[in-house]
C-alpha cells in the first residue's frame, strides 16, 4: 500500500492553491466544500475561483509563487502547467513537513486526491494511488449507484444516539450488534424511505429497551417496460430487500431475477380474460403480508401509476393502516417510443400526447374518439393488441387521415422488440399478418414518421 487512506479535518484551515485554471478550480471546490480557507497564488485567476475564493473567506494572490505562501498553510496543491514550478512547490512543502499534492504527478505527491462518494457525514473514497485515476472514478460511479442519498441522514440518525447507545453497550461487541441491527432493519428502512420522524422513534424505544413496534411495509415499484437498465436505484434497494415478491404478467424475468434470492416469489399476472388472481384478493394479500410483518414488493410493469391499478392498491393499503413506498417505472409509453425511434412529441408534428388505454371493455369502442383525433397529438394506446382494428377504423371514422402514420411495438426495450410501422388504415392488416403476442404498444401521430431516421435500437427480431 504506497498511500495509507486518511480523512483530513480542514474546517478553518488554510490551504495553499497554487495555479489559477480549471484543474486548481476543480480542487478548490472540494476544498472549499471541506471548509478549507484557500490561498490561491497565480498571476492570472479564472473568475469562477477568484469568485469561490471570495465568497468562501480565502485570498487571492495574483502574482507568481514564493515560498512564504506557505506560511501557516496546513495542506498544498500545486495545480500549474509548469512542471518546473510544481517540482519546486512539492520541495519547498516537503522540506516544511507540508501535505503536498501535485495535479497529475504522483511522484512528486506526498498526499493525493481519491475519487469521493460524499453522503456526508458517510464519506468513501477510492484511490488507485494515481496511477489510474479514470479507474478510480468508474468505481466511485458504481459506488454512487449503490449508496443511496439518503444514507447521510442515516448516518446523522446513528450520530445522534452513539453516545447513548456506548453508555448502554460497554462491550464493542455488542455495541456493533446493535448497530447491526440497526442498519439492516425496519429502522434504517424508515430514515431511506423519508420517514426520518419514524425511524427516530423506533431507535428511541430500542434504545430504551422497548420492542420498537415495526409493522410491515409494502414497497409499490415500477419495473419499467422490460429492459433492466431503466430500473431506478431505488427500485434496486428495495428488490434486494423485500421478503416477499408478489409480480405480474409484464415483469421481465431478467427484472425478476435482480429481486433477493430467497424471497418469496408470488405470481399474480393477469392476461386478457385470465386473471391467476383477481385485484380484490391482491390488495388483500399485501395486506395481510405486511400485517405478518413482511416486507412486500409489489412489482409491476411500466408504472404503478399509469394503467397499472396501483392507486388502488394503496388506497386499500392506507385503509388499513399499512406503511407502503411508490416507486416510479418508466412508462411503456416512454421507455418503448424512445427504442423503438419515435418521439412522442415534436416541435413540428405534435405539440400534445395522449396514453389511452386500448382495453375495450366487451369490444366496445366507449373511447372519447373526438379528443383523440386532434391535429397535431400523438396518441399512444396501451394494451390494443386486440382491438387494433376498432381502434383504427374508429379514429378514421371521427376525422383521423387514413394515411396517419400508426406504429405498433411488441415487447419494447428487450432483446425481442419488434416494431411495425404503417398508417391507420394498413397497421391492423400488417400486423394480422404477422405471429405477435402482448405486452404491444400503439402510437399513431406524425411523430411515427421519424422512426427510420432516428431508430437507434433493434431487437433480435427484425422490425416491419
Excluded at 11 to 40: F, T, Y
Excluded at 121 to 128: D, K, Q, R
Excluded at 173 to 185: D, K, L, M, P, S
Excluded at 193 to 222: D, F, I, M, S, T
Aim: proline share 6%; hydrophobic share 45%.
Amino acid at each position: 500500500m504506497e498511500f495509507l487512506p486518511l480523512f483530513h479535518k480542514l474546517q478553518g484551515s488554510h490551504v495553499l492553491v497554487v495555479g489559477g485554471g480549471e484543474i486548481a478550480l476543480r480542487k478548490s471546490r472540494l476544498l472549499v466544500d471541506a471548509g478549507a480557507l484557500i490561498r490561491v497564488v497565480a498571476p492570472e485567476v479564472e473568475h469562477q475561483l477568484q469568485a469561490m475564493v471570495d465568497g468562501s473567506g480565502g485570498e487571492v494572490r495574483r502574482r507568481g509563487y514564493a515560498e512564504a505562501d506557505l506560511d501557516g498553510c496546513q495542506l498544498v496543491i500545486a495545480a500549474t502547467d509548469d512542471q518546473a514550478l510544481n517540482a519546486q512547490v512539492s520541495a519547498d512543502a516537503k522540506r516544511r513537513c507540508v501535505p503536498v499534492n501535485v495535479v497529475d504527478a504522483p511522484a512528486l505527491c506526498s498526499v493525493i486526491f481519491p475519487a469521493i462518494v460524499d453522503r456526508s457525514p458517510l464519506v468513501v473514497a477510492v484511490s488507485s494511488g494515481g496511477d489510474a485515476p479514470v479507474l478510480a472514478r468508474l468505481i466511485r460511479a458504481k459506488l454512487e449507484t449503490w449508496i443511496p442519498s439518503t444514507y447521510g441522514e442515516l448516518a446523522g440518525l446513528a450520530a445522534r444516539f452513539r453516545s447513548r447507545v456506548k453508555q448502554l453497550y460497554p462491550d464493542v461487541t455488542q455495541r456493533r450488534a446493535f448497530w447491526e441491527e440497526v442498519f439492516q432493519g425496519p429502522i434504517a428502512d424508515r430514515q431511506l424511505a423519508g420517514q426520518g420522524a419514524e425511524a427516530e422513534r423506533l431507535l428511541e424505544a430500542k434504545v430504551n429497551g422497548a420492542p420498537p413496534h415495526a409493522p410491515g411495509e409494502v414497497y409499490l415499484v415500477g419495473a419499467g417496460p422490460g429492459d433492466p437498465d431503466l430500473l431506478t436505484f431505488k427500485a434496486l434497494r428495495l428488490m434486494q430487500q423485500a421478503d416477499v415478491v408478489l409480480y405480474d404478467r409484464l415483469v421481465a424475468p431478467a427484472i425478476l431475477d435482480l429481486c433477493r434470492r430467497d424471497a418469496e416469489r408470488i405470481y399474480v399476472g393477469k392476461r386478457r380474460a385470465d386473471h391467476a388472481l383477481p385485484q380484490e384478493q391482491i390488495n388483500k394479500q399485501l395486506v395481510d403480508l405486511a400485517k405478518q410483518g413482511k416486507r412486500v414488493l409489489r412489482l409491476k410493469g411500466g408504472d404503478p401509476f399509469i394503467f397499472g391499478r396501483g392507486g388502488e392498491e394503496i388506497e386499500e393499503l392506507a385503509a388499513h393502516g399499512i406503511p407502503f413506498q411508490v416507486v416510479p417505472g418508466i412508462t411503456a409509453a416512454s421507455g418503448c417510443s424512445a427504442y423503438a425511434g419515435i418521439p412522442l412529441t415534436h416541435r413540428d408534428y405534435a405539440q400534445s400526447v395522449r396514453f389511452v388505454t386500448g382495453h375495450l371493455k366487451n369490444n366496445t369502442s366507449d373511447l372519447p374518439w373526438p379528443d383523440l383525433v386532434a391535429p397535431a397529438q400523438t396518441v399512444v394506446f396501451y394494451m390494443g393488441l386486440i382491438g387494433l382494428p376498432i381502434i383504427c377504423e374508429q379514429m378514421i371514422k371521427h376525422g383521423r387521415s387514413a394515411d396517419t402514420p400508426a406504429a405498433l411495438i411488441q415487447q419494447g426495450t428487450t432483446v425481442n422488440q419488434r416494431v411495425f410501422t404503417g398508417t391507420l388504415a394498413d397497421l391492423p392488416r400488417l400486423v394480422a399478418e404477422h405471429e405477435v403476442h402482448a405486452p404491444t404498444l400503439v402510437i399513431v401521430g406524425e411523430v411515427v414518421m421519424l422512426r427510420d431516421k432516428l431508430k437507434w435500437f433493434e431487437g433480435a427480431q427484425a422490425s416491419v
